[in-house]
């Protein structure tokens, strides 16, 4: 199958490369840079054009950008949309990350006139009620959705974060409603992702934001208390890259969203997990005594949609963590 993979610069849309290409897809990938051709190139020096080529999308924001990438002269079979501002540093809520994840998402929607399935990758965040945290009793699964309201969404830059998956996931369904495109759309949803970084990164002060914790202890970086959790689930990245291609390749996935989480996790967790596996970094971990904020009683959830549709079956948390460790000491931490 034909691709186009929006994002490609991006820790999880890299992964979604290296599955598309495994599995023998051929792929168009956007970036935003002849740089960052440059450099995804040069990690795949035997594919040829005709499976692996580029097309320039400086600011999905921005009315049209995918229009020229999309009018290719073999068309595309399938589009994956992953692009879109994952941080905590936006100073404008509103164009900083609101613009990018809604306009991206819809002129990605709006240039596919060919019948293309289309994957495109929410959050977790689009699903989460963060006012009860820990919810015990509750189940989270693909019917649920965060109920933020622009009002509030522009009051902090995590809460604007959350808005933007949230509005931006809303507003595919809707135009897929309005519009009734001649192709289908599937939405991926995980919680927060950790894995091995591959060609996504120059150097560990450009690490995606999911994994800034694993890149922080390993180097000596968080000495006393362990920061906040966040919302104690986790997914490996291969698990999310796999589930975007299967999510493409089943003709059923089509019109469903996918909870992606594989499990429980706290950071003191993580510590656990490298200090037992590289007994060499013990003197720049925190103490053992630190403290593990997971909560005494939380959320189920509920992913059987993704084991039975697409076939996930989910990584361990220490295979996870530890090959996360591996691929981050590759490239010098
Ligand atoms: P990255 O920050 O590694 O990737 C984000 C990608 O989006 C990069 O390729 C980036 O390009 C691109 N991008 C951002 N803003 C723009 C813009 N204005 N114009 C063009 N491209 C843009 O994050 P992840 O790989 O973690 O995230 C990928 C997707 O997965 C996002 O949609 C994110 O919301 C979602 N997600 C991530 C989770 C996680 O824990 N990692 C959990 C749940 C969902 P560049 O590198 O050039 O800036």
């Known amino acids: 199958t034909r691709v186009l993979l929006s994002g490609g610069s991006g820790f999880i849309a890299a992964h979604v490369l290296d599955c598309l290409l495994k599995r023998g897809h051929s792929v168009v990938v956007t970036l935003r840079s002849q740089a960052k051709v440059d450099k995804i190139k040069s990690a795949y020096p035997n594919i040829p054009v005709s499976q692996l080529d580029f097309a320039i999308v400086e600011d999905i924001a921005q ?47 709006k240039a596919t006139k060919k019948n293309a399935p289309m994957v495109i990758t929410s959050s977790f965040a689009a699903m989460i009620n963060s006012s009860d945290q820990h919810a015990p009793g509750y189940t989270y699964s693909e019917k649920d959705w965060n109920p933020v309201t622009m009002e509030i969404a522009t009051t902090s830059p995590q809460i604007g974060y959350f808005a933007s998956k949230t509005f931006a996931e809303k507003a595919a369904w809707k135009f897929c409603e309005d ?14 992702v950790f894995g091995p970084i591959t060609h996504s990164i120059t150097s560990l002060d450009a690490i995606n934001t999911s994994n800034t914790i694993i890149r922080n202890l390993i180097q000596g970086k968080i000495t006393e208390k362990l920061p906040p959790s966040g919302t104690f689930i986790w997914v490996d990245v291969r698990d999310v890259a796999l589930a975007h291609v299967k999510a493409m390749e089943v003709p059923e996935a089509g019109g469903k969203r996918f909870f992606l989480a594989a499990g429980y996790f706290s950071n003191k967790k993580i510590l656990e997990v490298i200090r037992k596996a590289y007994p060499e970094l013990e003197e720049k971990l925190p103490s053992k005594n630190s403290e593990d904020d997971f909560p005494s009683q939380i959320f189920a959830i509920d992913h059987s949609r993704s084991e039975q549709i697409l076939g996930i079956e989910y990584r361990s948390f220490d295979a996870a963590i ?7 000491q590759e490239i010098g931490a």
Do not use: M, Q, Y
Not at 181 to 192: E, H, K, L
């Open 63 to 109: 009315e049209g950008a995918f229009d020229e990438a999309l009018k290719s002269s073999v068309p595309f079979e399938a589009v994956i949309h992953t692009a879109s501002p994952f941080h905590w540093n936006a100073r404008d809520v509103k164009k900083d990350l609101l613009d990018p994840a809604i306009n991206g998402t819809i002129g990605i929607l």
């Open 179 to 192: 519009e009734k495109p001649n192709f289908s759309v599937a939405v991926i949803n995980p919680v927060i």
């Open 322 to 328: 530890i090959d996360t460790v591996k691929s981050l």
